[in-house]
């Protein structure tokens, strides 16, 4: 039938995206989820993300809804973001949060790591052009931050320069005083993390029928 066609062309999909076992079983739960966030519809858009209780409050709410529909993380080669996406797409997004396998060798556990951190990098780069420049970092601090009432807006700019200076020290070594760092590129990116254990900071509850949870 072409529903068990769709299945078997699904459960293809994440096993080459997850590269581990999957089954029909867990294909039907993602795609139930995937039927309740989309009221039904073939296809999500961003509106559909509005009822999902745990990113309500979630100060950088935007940047993660907007995260699912960035062509980068669907692994498109246009730019930009997407109107809206299939349940294909939905999984392809969903291998980036999936928990880390007690079987993984390093390899794996290597590929598995770069593609969280690319999926978080292309979620402070939001023009797209490969580098997370200052202000774009400053952007996503003030966010993050915009929740405590006892921070200043000034504060958090300057916790957001302290922390692209931090990156520099750590990506150039000692600068020259006219020296300008022109942002973080993903190779930076993956020195800064280095030593920081992303597998059990980013994750999407989705498999027991829950709302969406939290990206960190």
């Known amino acids: ?109 290597q590929r598995f790591r770069t593609n969280k951190l690319k999926f978080l990098f292309h979620m402070y780069d939001s023009d797209h052009d490969g580098i997370i420049t200052l202000e774009e970092y400053r952007k996503v601090v003030e966010e993050l931050l915009s929740g405590n009432p006892h921070l200043e807006k000034g504060a958090a700019r300057s916790i957001a320069d302290g922390a692209m200076l931090e990156a520099a020290s750590i990506c150039v070594g000692q600068m020259e005083p006219n020296q300008v760092y022109e942002g973080i590129t993903f190779d930076d990116f993956l020195k800064i993390w280095r030593g920081i254990d992303i597998e059990t900071k980013m994750h999407v509850r989705f498999l027991n029928m829950e709302p969406i949870a939290h990206c960190c």
Do not use: W
Not at 69 to 87: K, T, V
């Open 1 to 109: 039938t072409g529903k068990a066609q769709s299945s078997g062309r699904c459960l293809g999909l994440l096993r080459a995206l997850l590269s581990s076992p999957v089954t029909s079983d867990q294909i039907e739960h993602l795609h139930r989820r995937f039927k309740q966030l989309s009221n039904d519809k073939p296809t999500l858009r961003k509106e559909h993300f509005d009822s999902v209780p745990d990113l309500e409050f979630n100060p950088i709410r935007c940047k993660i809804v907007q995260a699912f529909f960035d062509r980068r993380n669907l692994r498109q080669e246009e730019d930009g973001l997407a109107d809206e996406i299939n349940f294909e797409d939905f999984l392809t997004i969903m291998s980036y949060f999936r928990p880390i396998e007690p079987d993984m060798d390093e390899e794996q556990l």
